[in-house]
Structure formats: C-alpha cells, structure tokens
C-alpha cells in the first residue's frame, strides 16, 4: 500500500481535540480537522477523502503533510509578516499637538480621531490592536500612520479637494458687488436677490452667496443720528469714566423715565404654546391708561430703584431724588447719569441739588441715550415682562412692571460696560468719515467739526 492510502495513526487526544475542531463555528478549521479524521479511517485513500468532502487531491495532501509535520498546531493559519512598518516616531513638540488636536473633538472630530490613533500606534500598539481599541479598522490605522510617518501632524488634515470649475469669475463677482453698493433697481429703493440675479443672469442662490460673504444686507436699514452736542467728547470721557473707573466712597446710578408705557389688553384671550405651535394674540387690543417709569440702575450692584408715576414733571422727579437719598448710606457721594430733559434742569431740582451738594448730575449728550446704561434694564423689561403681557388696568401694569424689577433685583446681576471712551469716538470719527465721503465735505463738515481731534 502507497503511503498516500496507508491510514494516519492518531493517538486519543488527537482524535478529542480533531472532533471538536471540526465542529468549529470557523468552516476552514473545520474542513481541515474532517480531511484529517477521515484519512485515519482504514481504507480511505487521498482521492476518496476529497471525493467524500468535496475539495481536491492537493488539498487533502496538503493537510496531511501539516498535520504529520506539527500536529493540530499545523492545521492553523501562520500569521503573514506583510511588509515593514515603518517606524513611527513622536517628538516632544508632536505629543503635545497631538494631544491637543485629541482633545478637541467638536472642533473637528476627524482630526481627533486621527490623533488619537497616532498616539496610540506610538506607544507601541500594533495597527490590529490600535483598530480594536478605537473601534476602526487596521486598514484606517495604517493609512492615517503612513501619513503621520510621511507629513507629521499637517498630514493629519484633509488635502483640499479642487471641487467643480468656477462657473463665475472674479470680475463677474466685482460687478454684483458693485451693482449691489452703487446702484437700485427701477421703481424700488434696494436690491433683492432675485432682482440681482436677473440683473446679472445668475441664480439668485448665488447672490445670496456672494452678498454673504462680503456682508452685504441690502433688505437691513439701521437708524442713526449724530449729536450735535458742542462737549460731546467731555461727556462721552465723563460718563464711560463713571462705568469703567467709578469713585471711591460713591454710588453711580444710571437714571432714566420710560414714559407712557401703555396698560394694554387683547381683544381675546392669548392662547398658549403647545407642541409645534407658538404662543398667539391678537394684534389689537383695549387701552387701560398709561404709566410713566422712574428707574435708577446701581451701576456696581445691578439693582434698580423703581416708580411708577402718571406724569414726569420736575416735582415727580425731586420725589423720586428723595427715595434714592433714602436708599444710599449718607456718607456715600451720589452721581447721577441721566438725560436732557427739561424737567431734569427746572429750577425746582436745582434747589434741591443745592439743599443736597451730595447729589452730582451727569449729563449724557444730545441724542446720546445709548450712553445711559438704564436703557439696558428697560430693553429688558420690555422684552420679558411687556411686550407679551395684557394687562387690564393700570393697577396690572403696575405690577407687572414692580414684580419684574423685584425679579431682576434677586438676581443682583450687574450690567458690565466694556468700550472704552476711545473706542466709542473712534467709531464715531469713522461714521462721520464715512458720511463724507458718501455725502461730500459740505454734507459732512459740520458733523465732523466736534471729532476731528478726539485726543486726551
């Protein structure tokens, strides 16, 4: 008998441990554990195994040949070296990149993940055991290592990709910007993007990309006014000095009227938000009366001492100077930012100042109300506990305005302001340029007289 047909003598454990391979959920392992106890049957040639298991001479051979030369062992796969790693080296200055660029996976959490399997893979992770540690794949580790190996850290990032030819040149972009600042469409006072777009024989998708990016807003108009006010430069120095540096034993208050704050009820009931629809109210309403608001915001705590009166006469506004006096420990100096109002200047608050020389008045200039830091507070209440109200006398307002600042006051938030008087007459020596050069010198001149020299 050849030696291919002689039977191969296998010992008890061999014959446990081949029976149990051959149940193996892994099919190769299986089929090679079977070729191996059918060639011990006595009788069964090379050619029979392979035709009862339906594989090939060569292959039962094969296994025959490993199994008589190393056992079980010799029916597993040897792993394959594939090619060379090459070696991956962090420096000092790269961890610390890396580390950073790890840490910060909502900036970009391509880039992080990227890191993180370079910092793995350097200390000394094989790509298998990196992939299994981050859930990837080793094909994704040894990309993202050759690259780290090639380009450092910048290898790391995506190469920009060159994307669909320009349809539109520069100069046809220059041409749109140009339209959009220097000229209007017939019959109408601004362009919009599909007027643009027709003008111009793009889409109007397009227009909105370039005015965008350029920041334009030809469908936004703002409000403005210069002040006219002769010590406009003093003032603005005066009162930001108050914000930013106030004086020591004193209380800076921001002090302003909110007048005729209308006691306003709908003409039916407001219905409440429920899911995927908004609170509604109708637009028009019953007029209960009006209310005037005295305030004083406390510019180093945040709280505000508040009245309600029906007018804002100079005797309304002494006895509202009587209730801060009241509040502020007498060894305390008192200033006072507020507006031009002629009833903040009758001759009845100028006794009592004089009765009061604790008291000192700071006058914002004219058309200068975002320099009072109160209107801040009254943007608020209007916003939070007006504008959505109904109120069905004055007596509701009322409360609602005094429940509101009671609110404000526990929260003892102060508001902070942050421009310098520098910056506040830079801008404003800039929009005056800005109207000359739009307007012409004998437009502007005027304007720009009390700006022109903003220095100490």
């Known amino acids: 008998m050849s030696r291919a047909s002689k039977p191969l003598e296998l010992s008890s454990e061999q014959r446990a441990a081949l029976q149990a391979l051959s149940r193996s959920p892994r099919k190769q392992l299986a089929d090679r554990a079977c070729i191996v106890l059918a060639l011990s049957e006595p009788g069964m040639s090379h050619r029979g195994v392979a035709t009862a298991l339906n594989t090939v001479v060569a292959t039962v051979r094969r296994w025959r040949k490993r199994f008589e030369a190393g056992g079980i062992h010799g029916l597993t796969d040897v792993p394959r070296p594939g090619a060379p790693k090459a070696a991956l080296v962090v420096t000092p200055g790269q961890r610390v990149e890396l580390e950073g660029l790890a840490r910060r996976p909502r900036t970009n959490r391509h880039v992080a993940f990227r890191a993180r399997i370079v910092l793995a893979c350097a200390d000394g992770l094989t790509n298998v055991a990196v992939a299994a540690q981050l859930r990837s794949s080793a094909g994704t580790v040894g990309r993202w290592r050759k690259r780290f190996v090639a380009d450092g850290v910048d290898g790391l990032f995506d190469e920009p990709r060159p994307g669909a030819p320009r349809k539109i040149s520069d100069g046809d972009v220059e041409d749109i910007i140009e339209k959009t600042l220097e000229t209007t469409p017939k019959g109408r006072t601004h362009w919009s993007t599909r007027k643009m777009a027709e003008k111009a024989g793009v889409?109007?998708?397009?227009?909105?990309?370039?005015?965008?990016?350029?920041?334009?807003?030809?469908?936004?108009?703002?409000?403005?006014?210069?002040?006219?006010?002769?010590?406009?430069?003093?003032?603005?120095?005066?009162?930001?000095?108050?914000?930013?540096?106030?004086?020591?034993?004193?209380?800076?208050?921001?002090?302003?009227?909110?007048?005729?704050?209308?006691?306003?009820?709908?003409?039916?009931?407001?219905?409440?938000?429920?899911?995927?629809?908004?609170?509604?109210?109708?637009?028009?309403?019953?007029?209960?009366?009006?209310?005037?608001?005295?305030?004083?915001?406390?510019?180093?705590?945040?709280?505000?001492?508040?009245?309600?009166?029906?007018?804002?006469?100079?005797?309304?506004?002494?006895?509202?100077?009587?209730?801060?006096?009241?509040?502020?420990?007498?060894?305390?100096?008192?200033?006072?930012?507020?507006?031009?109002?002629?009833?903040?200047?009758?001759?009845?608050?100028?006794?009592?100042?004089?009765?009061?020389?604790?008291?000192?008045?700071?006058?914002?200039?004219t058309y200068s109300a975002w320099l009072n830091l109160v209107e801040r507070f009254f943007g608020l209440l209007t916003q939070h506990a007006l504008k959505r109200g109904s109120h069905t006398s004055e007596s509701a307002l009322k409360h609602a305005i005094l429940e509101y600042v009671d609110a404000h006051n526990e929260e003892g938030k102060p508001f902070i302001w942050t421009k310098t008087a520098d910056e506040i007459l830079d801008t404003v020596k800039r929009f005056g340029q800005r109207t000359i050069q739009v307007h012409g010198e004998q437009t502007g001149s005027e304007l720009m007289q009390e700006f022109t020299d903003t220095g100490d």
Do not use: C
């Open 203 to 365: 889409s109007h998708t397009t227009i909105g990309r370039i005015w965008r990016t350029f920041g334009l807003q030809p469908h936004v108009v703002k409000s403005f006014k210069f002040s006219n006010d002769p010590l406009f430069v003093e003032k603005v120095r005066d009162i930001v000095g108050l914000y930013l540096n106030p004086p020591d034993n004193a209380a800076v208050f921001s002090f302003d009227e909110k007048p005729q704050i209308q006691a306003l009820e709908r003409a039916q009931p407001i219905l409440p938000m429920d899911f995927g629809q908004p609170e509604r109210q109708t637009h028009n309403y019953l007029r209960h009366g009006t209310l005037d608001l005295f305030a004083a915001l406390e510019i180093a705590s945040g709280k505000v001492i508040a009245q309600t009166k029906k007018r804002h006469r100079a005797e309304d506004f002494v006895a509202f100077l009587r209730v801060i006096d009241g509040q502020v420990e007498p060894d305390l100096q008192v200033h006072i930012i507020l507006d031009n109002l002629s009833a903040h200047k009758a001759p009845k608050v100028k006794r009592w100042l004089a009765r009061h020389p604790r008291f000192h008045f700071h006058f914002t200039p």
